[in-house]
């Protein structure tokens, strides 16, 4: 591979299958000799690493900004509530009120104040981990407990491996902002889903919402079934491409079970990983 790209797996939901086929997706492309990087950016729940057994090397907190009241200064013109939109931070009377863990950094509060009674300190909200498993490189992120805010540490996570050829993401299920921030600039996205009508509802909420966004976007159905249509009529329906079809194999959920790639334990899979990755590079390049 001559030129970068950077590919997201995602799903409308959890359970679909986007890790499984992500981390088998990387053991393939690092096989094939591509200079590979895996980002897990489900930090909320990251769990490529059981299947890649990473070494890891680095480890450094993120941060994000909150604000901090002189009230000696402040004179209390409400400014800085009005202009927070997640009540991070109030104003009742004579008093200033903040609320860190809703604080989304912004710093509008700082920029609106007319007596500069606001500055910042930083709060740590997770961690970045980065090391090395079998020629890949390995970073992911892991969002303390009881936070509610993870897009920052996904960004941190995203900025982290932009230096390979091969860039894959694990992208968190759903639809919602830290989904955003995962494939936010990525030349493809990659829907995972399986042959079951909650799968397909999933699949439809995650395809309106990248082509909102105007993502190049494809399909992988996974635990797919010879005779069962569904996923293939749906896709056609909605003209969109379906490029591969991984079977429900007990073998592929036996070493899931016991946190093995399929790529390694089930004989057969790498020239369907392979074919796969040749898929994904196509279609990226379109």
Excluded: W
């Excluded at 909650?198 to 909420?205: I, T, V």
């Amino acid at each position: 591979m001559t030129t970068k790209l950077t590919i997201a797996f995602a799903s409308g939901k959890g359970g679909k299958g986007k890790t499984t086929v992500s981390v088998n997706l990387a053991s393939a492309a690092a096989a094939a000799g591509y200079k590979v990087a895996y980002l897990d950016c489900d930090v909320e729940e990251p769990n490529g690493h059981l299947f890649l057994k990473p070494r890891i090397r680095r480890r450094y907190p993120v941060n994000v900004p909150v604000p901090v009241i002189d009230h000696e200064h402040c004179v209390n013109c409400g400014a800085c509530g009005e202009i927070c939109q997640y009540s991070a931070i109030v104003c009742i009377k004579n008093n200033v009120l903040t609320f860190e863990r809703m604080c989304h950094g912004c710093g509008g509060c700082q920029l609106v104040c007319p007596a500069g009674a606001i500055t910042e300190k930083e709060r740590e909200i997770g961690v970045v981990e980065e090391g090395e498993a079998g020629g890949i490189d390995f970073i992911h992120g892991k969002l303390n407990v009881g936070e509610a805010m993870s897009p920052p540490l996904i960004r941190a996570v995203r900025s982290a491996g932009q230096y390979n050829s091969l860039t894959i993401v694990d992208v968190p299920p759903g639809t919602s902002c830290p989904v955003i921030a995962a494939i936010k600039g990525v030349d493809l996205v990659i829907l995972v889903t399986e042959p079951t009508p909650f799968g397909l509802n999933d699949l439809d909420l995650a395809l309106s919402m990248v082509k909102e966004l105007g993502i190049p976007h494809a399909v992988v159905v996974n635990r797919a079934e010879p005779y069962n249509n569904m996923a293939r009529d749906f896709c056609k329906g909605r003209n969109v491409k379906l490029l591969a079809e991984l079977a429900d194999d007990r073998r592929i959920a036996e070493a899931y079970s016991r946190g093995k790639l399929a790529f390694d334990a089930a004989p057969g899979y790498q020239a369907v990983f392979d074919a796969l990755l040749l898929s994904i590079e196509k279609e990226a390049r379109l």
